[in-house]
């Protein structure tokens, strides 16, 4: 029984230990929820290059 809650706590141990200024210094980089962005695409108007001679256009 004693062996089996110390393999319990041992992988449980790694989720008690979750550090929350690491998880508010990666959701900072992301910049503001309120920032949203309006794109609009327009279907008729592709722009296409035309590769250098000898090239491959990818």
């Known amino acids: ?6 393999v319990v706590l041992l992988f449980a141990s790694p989720a008690l ?3 929350s ?4 210094l990666a959701a900072a980089g992301c910049g503001a929820n309120e920032v949203r962005f309006d794109v609009k695409t327009d279907k008729r108007r592709h722009p ?4 250098v001679a000898g090239k491959a256009l990818v």
Not at 48 to 51: D, N, V
């Open 21 to 24: 200024a690491a998880n508010a």
């Open 48 to 51: 296409t290059a035309q590769p």
């Open 17 to 19: 230990a979750k550090d």
């Open 1 to 6: 029984m004693l062996r089996t809650a110390l």
